[in-house]
C-alpha cells in the first residue's frame, strides 16, 4: 500500500505499472466527471469514476483483487480507508474471477488511513482494503477516480 498527494506521483512512477495511471490522474485530476468506465489503455489500464456518501466503518467491507492493483485518487471531499495484509483476512464469500473482486471479513485490527481530496492510496493484490468510510459524522460527498491496474 502507498498513500501520498498527486503532486508527489513523480516519487512512485518509477514503479512501471503505475506511471501511466498517475499521468492520466495528473492530466484528468479533478476536472474528471465522467460517469462509467473510461478507457485509458483497454483493459490495462482504465478508471471508475465514483460520487456517493462515505459508508460506516460498520456498513463498510474489505476487499482485494488478484490481477489489478487499485489507485483510489480523492478528487473531492474526504474518506478513511482500511488496509490489512491479505493473509491474515477471513473470505466471505469465493473470489469473482468476472470482477476481479473478493470480499473479507473486517479484522480486528488494521490500518486506518486519512485519505483527502487531492491524496490517493495505492493498493496492491497482497492488500486488502475497505474504501469509502465516513470520518465521524460527517455526510459530505465524496467524488473519486479509482483507476485500475493490470498487473504483470
Known amino acids: 500500500m502507498i498513500a501520498d498527494q498527486l503532486e508527489n506521483w513523480r516519487l512512485y512512477s518509477g514503479i512501471a505499472e503505475l506511471g501511466a495511471a498517475f ?3 495528473q492530466r484528468a485530476g479533478d476536472s474528471c466527471s465522467a460517469a ?3 478507457d485509458i489503455d483497454g483493459d ?3 478508471a471508475l469514476p465514483q460520487a456517493y456518501q462515505p459508508k460506516t466503518i460498520e456498513q463498510g467491507r474489505f476487499e482485494a483483487h488478484r490481477r489489478y492493483a487499485d489507485i483510489q485518487y480523492v478528487v473531492e471531499g474526504v474518506e478513511m480507508m482500511g488496509c490489512a495484509a491479505l493473509d491474515g483476512l477471513q473470505a466471505e464469500d469465493t473470489y469473482d474471477a468476472g470482477k476481479d473482486l473478493a470480499f473479507y471479513r473486517t479484522p480486528p ?3 486506518a488511513i486519512v485519505v483527502p481530496a487531492g491524496s490517493f ?3 496492491y493484490p497482497t492488500d486488502g482494503h475497505m474504501p469509502g468510510i465516513r ?3 460527517s455526510n459530505a ?3 473519486k ?3 485500475k491496474v493490470l498487473l504483470p
Do not use: Q
Open 145 to 147: 477516480l479509482v483507476v
Open 135 to 137: 470520518i465521524g459524522s
Open 36 to 38: 462509467g468506465r473510461i
Open 141 to 143: 460527498d465524496v467524488r
Open 109 to 111: 485490527d488494521f490500518s
Open 121 to 123: 492510496a495505492v493498493f
Open 44 to 46: 490495462h489500464l482504465f
Open 23 to 25: 499521468e492520466f490522474l
